[in-house]
């Protein structure tokens, strides 16, 4: 069984403060990660993804996440949060070779100037 | 860039009619998926399909959902008879078969009345 866990509802940082979104996820299988991003409105955007390649990963917009084996963790970091970050984040995970994409109940991040 | 493309963006029915959404993956793509986000709440997946056929689907996707490729090129979601509780942002999804990331459309806002 899989699973993901976002473990804030929402994350309110100020601007040019560091950004911390927590994901943890559950998959009896090798899973590929991913971050999407969806802004007031909008669409779902692909920010990153982890596909059993290197552990950090580099995404758009200056995110980055760091896959954790030991710690079954993916979470999304900004060192500089900006006010066009603000916006629902979306852990997600996918098994390798698996049909199903399971969300995180996301997580609102909010950017005070 | 290629895009998955979702009409319409908006569409507002009476409770108890026929809507049908649809949906033009990217076009090398085979693996395809609708999920819904109701106002407010998290991502939830529908159904996947594969090959012609449902692979997948989720305890929300019941008799009142059905899933179609007519013509090689859209994907629709018809739901027979809507309810109040339909009410939500679908999202359409595709992936390509060496690739893990679903690459989503831009949603349709339904809305039962």
Wanted: hydrophobic fraction near 35%; charge should be neutral; aromatic fraction near 12%.
């Amino acid at each position: 069984a899989q699973s993901v866990t976002q473990l804030d509802s929402h994350v309110s940082v100020s601007e040019g403060t560091p950004v911390l979104l927590r994901c943890n996820y559950s998959s009896s299988y090798s899973p590929s990660l991913f971050w999407y991003v969806q802004h007031p409105n909008k669409g779902l955007q692909l920010l990153l993804k982890y596909t059993s390649a290197a552990t950090l990963v580099k995404g758009i917009n200056g995110f980055e996440a760091e896959f954790k084996k030991s710690e079954t963790s993916f979470h999304l970091t900004k060192p500089s949060a900006h006010m066009s970050d603000a916006a629902e984040y979306f852990c997600v995970v996918s098994p390798m070779g698996g049909f199903k994409t399971i969300f995180g109940a996301g997580t609102r991040l909010f950017v005070k100037a | 860039e290629p895009e998955v493309t979702q009409t319409p963006s908006h569409q507002v029915t009476q409770m108890g009619q026929e809507v049908i959404l649809r949906c033009v993956p990217i076009s090398n793509h085979l693996y395809f998926y609708w999920y819904r986000q109701i106002l407010g709440q998290k991502v939830e997946f529908l159904v996947s399909f594969y090959n012609n056929e449902i692979s997948e689907k989720s305890e929300i996707f019941d008799d009142q959902f059905s899933v179609e490729r007519p013509d090689g090129s859209n994907f629709t979601l018809k739901i027979r008879s809507t309810k109040l509780e339909d009410s939500a942002m679908y999202f359409c999804a595709s992936k390509a078969p060496a690739n893990t990331e679903a690459f989503f459309g831009q949603g349709t806002r339904l809305t039962v009345v």
